[in-house]
């Protein structure tokens, strides 16, 4: 953890440690837990934020919890969250209704690199709800198709009904050099697209993997094995980027609860390269 002058300590105004108020504009329901918020700002600036980056939303005598930010970077006037109903805050968040007001910090954290993208292939490769903090990055995929090669989206989840956002999904593969495969764990009795782990869906890639760049979310054991098929697929590491959840605060670098060997999550990350945490990920709970 960095030392904090007295001074810093004294502005965390400035620092992001100040909730703005946001107003829910609309609460969609994804699935049976999982919501979108589209969230206005009450007053001043719209949020500006770059793919990959999260804030902290905050209901009043609830508590605050870290979001990744799912909606297109290009639309600054609404900011879209796509949140799992877990515990006391998420819940309360999920059962927002139009109209209501919460508090939003950020945006927060290092970004997806998209600029690494340029004349090369982006790969998306999301587990479950690891879809809702790469969509940003899709969306600024398909604004700059002139920049990238070919876009490929490998998504897994646990059942067909467990797919987020279905209809983008059919949307997007309909677009000229986008690649959308999906695969479920577990099939029910009309499902006649693949049943396995999201990995196998590496195996179907027409690409490069010398000229590709991969992005990939979900729970920690799928990125695990992720990044140990892409390497087997040809993929260096260094151009396999990750993202982390873990328990955080403050989300400014200061009070070390997400902190993971030598990262402090909000504030190194959440997105990290391969190699920078492939270690420290396959250590069991750290
Ligand atoms: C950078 C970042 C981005 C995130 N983005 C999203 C997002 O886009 N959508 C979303 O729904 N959630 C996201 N999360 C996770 C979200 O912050 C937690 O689900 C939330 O803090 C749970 O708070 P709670 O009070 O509702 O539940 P709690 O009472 O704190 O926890 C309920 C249960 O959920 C588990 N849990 C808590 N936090 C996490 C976590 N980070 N990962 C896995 N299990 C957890 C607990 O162990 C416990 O079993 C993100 C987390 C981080 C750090």
Redesign the pocket.
């Known amino acids: 953890m960095r030392a904090v002058s007295a001074d810093e300590a004294t502005s965390s105004w400035d620092l992001g440690m100040v909730p703005r108020p946001f107003r829910v504009r609309k609460n969609r329901r994804e699935l049976n837990d999982?919501v979108t918020l589209e969230l206005e700002p009450e007053s001043g600036e719209p949020m500006a934020f770059e793919p990959g980056q999260?804030t902290m939303l905050y209901l009043h005598g609830i508590?605050e919890?870290?979001?990744?930010i799912?909606g297109d970077p290009s639309h600054e006037g609404v900011l879209v969250?796509?949140?799992?109903?877990?515990?006391?805050?998420?819940?309360?968040f999920c059962n927002l209704s139009e109209g209501d007001m919460v508090g939003v910090r950020g945006p927060f954290?290092r970004p997806w690199p998209v600029e690494k993208t340029d004349g090369k292939n982006l790969l998306i490769m999301a587990g479950g709800?690891g879809l809702?903090?790469v969509r940003p990055a899709v969306y600024w995929a398909l604004q700059n198709m002139d920049r990238i090669k070919k876009l490929n989206i490998l998504y897994g989840a646990r059942t067909p009904d467990d797919a987020l956002f279905p209809s983008q999904l059919l949307g997007w593969e309909a677009v000229d050099d986008v690649k959308v495969l999906l695969t479920v764990d577990r099939p029910v009795d009309d499902w006649y697209g693949r049943v396995g782990v999201v990995t196998d869906l590496i195996a179907d890639l027409d690409i490069d993997p010398q000229e590709t760049i991969a992005m990939v979310c979900g729970p920690d054991v799928m990125m695990n094995f992720t990044i140990q098929s892409l390497r087997a697929w040809g993929l260096d590491g260094e151009n396999v980027y990750v993202?982390?959840?873990?328990?955080?605060k403050c989300a400014i670098g200061w009070c070390g609860h997400?902190q993971m060997g030598p990262h402090i999550?909000?504030h190194d990350?959440?997105v990290f390269s391969a190699p920078e945490v492939a270690e420290l990920m396959s250590v069991w709970e750290l």
Not at 81 to 92: C, L, M
Not at 243 to 248: A, G, H, I, K, Q
């Open positions: 999982v999260f508590g919890i870290p979001i990744s799912s969250q796509t949140i799992r109903s877990v515990g006391a805050v998420s819940e309360g954290g709800l809702a903090p993202s982390l959840e873990r328990n955080m997400c999550i909000c990350g959440p």
